[in-house]
T-cell receptor, first 109, second 114 residues
């Protein structure tokens, strides 16, 4: 079967760095996405990785290792507005997105 | 209109009633999707459409139907609602089905079936 695993909840301090991990087992792989979802709102796109390595975009970076079925999202200089759920999704062999349940990130002052 | 709109924002529905959730996008995207999001679960694909005139079944299609008469609109119909269809429903679109195409989401419809 297809499976995306990520921690249910994480807590971090304002100004710090946090890493949210995602492991996956899917039928085929055509890229991995990270989305941010604030409570009561729609998911919004953060990053896309299809090749191994690190993609940096401002305070956010995303890493992929296809051989390990592993990705992480790194958030630096945390701000209170970063409190949200972070969703990992993998495009399978049919290019359909398989979604993890999301990681709720709580930022404390 | 900017992006994707969904209607209604929320709805309480009696079991057995028919309901259509509306979704409209103005980005001229080819592909559209319907997901449901339940607490503790990831987004689950109900139905999708790769282009106007075509539709396909996702992971959880039973009890739902869709149509794609034109590029902009992608309504989702519950023929006879049941309590297990209580959920938040998101419509999304992307330029195509290619791997790098990010999906843009509507604001969601919160549906409660009693």
């Amino acid at each position: 079967g297809q499976n995306i695993d990520q921690p249910t909840e994480m807590t971090a301090t304002e100004g710090a760095i946090v890493q949210i991990n995602c492991t996956y087992q899917t039928s085929g792989f055509n890229g991995l996405f990270w989305y941010q979802q604030h409570a009561g709102e729609a998911p919004t796109f953060l990053s896309y990785n299809v090749l191994d390595g690190l993609e940096e975009k401002g305070r956010f970076s995303s890493f992929l290792s296809r051989s390990k079925g592993y990705s992480y999202l790194l958030l630096k200089e945390l701000q209170m507005k970063d409190s949200a759920s972070y969703l990992c999704a993998v495009a399978d062999s049919n290019y359909q997105l398989i979604w993890g349940a999301g990681t709720k990130l709580i930022i404390k002052p | 209109i900017a992006g994707i709109t969904q209607a209604p924002t929320s709805q309480i529905l009696a079991a057995g009633r028919r309901m259509t959730l509306r979704c409209t996008q103005d980005m001229r995207h080819n592909a559209m999707y319907w997901y449901r999001q339940d607490l503790g679960l990831g987004l689950r694909l109900i139905h999708y459409s790769n282009t106007a005139g075509t539709t396909g079944k996702g992971e959880v299609p039973d009890g739902y139907s869709v149509s794609r008469a034109n590029t902009d609109d992608f309504p989702l119909t519950l023929a006879s609602a049941v309590p297990s269809q209580t959920s938040v429903y998101f419509c999304a679109s992307s330029e195509g089905q290619g791997s790098s195409n990010e999906q843009f989401f509507g604001p969601g419809t919160r549906l409660t079936v009693l």
